[in-house]
């Protein structure tokens, strides 16, 4: 059998749904969510806009994100048909690949604690009949067809080109007109952007509380053991230990299923993922090593702060799917930063801490221009808050407790609002965008 892909054609669709209660009937012991979805275009009926239907599941890619990206090595890609199926006795429950799909193909769901997603009717191709949703469409505006590797553009960005999707949009969607609107014709389409329905974000802080905690006791552990290096004892030791188990039970009271958590190191090849997890352990064992040897075995310590730094670098890798802060990505809540500006306020070493701060302290400023500049809501009490936590009062109290306490609440400031800023891409956003721009 050659491998398949969906045809879809937008002038036959009318948004009946058909195929997705299609997708429903045949799936409906394994399906919480639809897997399939019917998108509609300029939903406001704008004269000066077309109005079409876009029936989207999983899009079974060339080189999908989320297969990549799982930690736990859940995801398979048929050979034969080009299906990419998820096996949820192995998912936990991490939510990476929702985060990592921009065509919104993954769905989590809350009632099982993992992901689903279009199966491709995998068994139905087998036997050689066509998937659910295709079968039930009406119109005939679903089909499928051998794959090819032709890049078939969709417009206004709906879906991305750069992981081969197995689909292909059968031309004909209108453009929008070009010709100038006239006042009243503004007038009408600032009304109607008022009306667009701002699809709901897929990364909150509220939803992911236990990550900001766990990334910011991870990033002051990291700082503890590279201040020691500096000569600076550690009083308590054993709470160093004890924070990063902490940080560690509530990064695994995170996922869907908590108890699977020991599956996150197998895909150390593709996944920050499971890059992040084992960096965190392999830092947590050595820090425990190190502060064990008495006196201090400095190769032990090195190798304890290094490892440290390199999960803080991989924490900040993970969230680059949803990052949307400049060219390099680089942002003033990375813990990375984090960790070396704490370091620098530990040790004491006001070089350090005058590097990272500084750096830190341009990005911030940077980043709240630029959303000022886009007219985005800035808390400015909340960025009073940060500034004056994060470095105003380390610069006066250097080299004492609560300067570091301090910073340490800054950063904390920064990270929530670093949350509130990611952004997943979706096919809901990008119709969002494109006819917020437009109108």
């Not at 065509?103 to 087998?126: I, N, W």
């Not at 108890?259 to 830092?283: D, T």
Request: proline residues 8%.
């Amino acid at each position: 059998m050659t491998a398949l892909q969906f045809v879809f054609a937008p002038n036959r669709c009318t948004g009946c749904q058909a195929c997705v209660l299609g997708c429903w009937m045949e799936h409906r012991p394994r399906q919480t969510t639809p897997w399939r979805r019917v998108l509609t275009f300029n939903a406001p009926r704008h004269p000066r806009l077309p109005v079409f239907h876009l029936s989207l599941a999983c899009h079974h890619c060339e080189t999908p994100a989320c297969l990549s990206c799982c930690p736990v090595e859940a995801y398979t890609k048929d050979p034969v048909t080009g299906s990419v199926v998820v096996d949820t006795a192995k998912c936990m429950g991490c939510r990476y690949c929702t985060w990592a799909c921009p065509h919104d193909a993954p769905r989590f769901s809350p009632a099982r604690g993992t992901v689903e997603k279009c199966t491709f009717c995998q068994a139905r191709l087998e036997a050689g009949r066509e998937p659910a949703c295709v079968a039930r469409c009406p119109l005939g505006a679903l089909g499928v067809e051998p794959r090819t590797r032709i890049s078939h553009p969709v417009p206004y960005g709906i879906v991305s080109q750069e992981l081969g999707p197995g689909l292909r949009i059968l031309p004909g969607l209108r453009a929008p007109l070009a010709a100038s609107a006239s006042p009243a014709q503004g007038r009408v389409a600032s009304h109607l952007r008022d009306l667009l329905a701002v699809p709901e974000p897929r990364i909150t802080l509220r939803g992911e509380w236990p990550l900001v905690a766990f990334t910011t006791m991870l990033a002051l552990g990291v700082a503890l053991m590279g201040a020691r290096l500096w000569g600076q004892p550690l009083r308590h030791p054993g709470l160093l230990l004890w924070a990063g188990a902490a940080a560690l039970a509530l990064s695994a009271g995170h996922l869907g299923r908590p108890l699977r958590a020991w599956r996150a190191v197998r895909n150390l090849r593709h996944s920050w993922l499971s890059r992040e997890l084992a960096l965190v352990g392999a830092f947590l064992a050595l820090a425990g090593a190190s502060l064990g040897a008495a006196p201090l075995n400095r190769p032990l310590a090195w190798a304890a702060a290094l490892t440290g730094l390199a999960a803080l670098f991989a924490v900040d890798r993970v969230y680059q799917v949803a990052v949307k802060v400049g060219a390099l990505n680089f942002h003033s809540a990375h813990v990375l930063l984090n960790g070396l500006y704490l370091t620098g306020l530990l040790a004491p070493c006001w070089p350090l801490a005058l590097g990272a701060g500084l750096v830190k302290l341009g990005l911030y400023l940077i980043r709240k221009d630029h959303f000022e500049r886009q007219s985005r809501g800035v808390a400015r009490a909340w960025s009073l808050a940060r500034l004056v936590l994060g470095f105003a009062v380390p610069a006066l109290a250097f080299g004492t407790g609560a300067g570091v306490a301090a910073a340490v609440l800054g950063d904390l400031v920064d990270r929530c609002e670093y949350y509130g800023e990611l952004v997943v891409p979706s096919p809901d956003l990008a119709l969002h965008e494109y006819l917020s721009t437009t109108l």
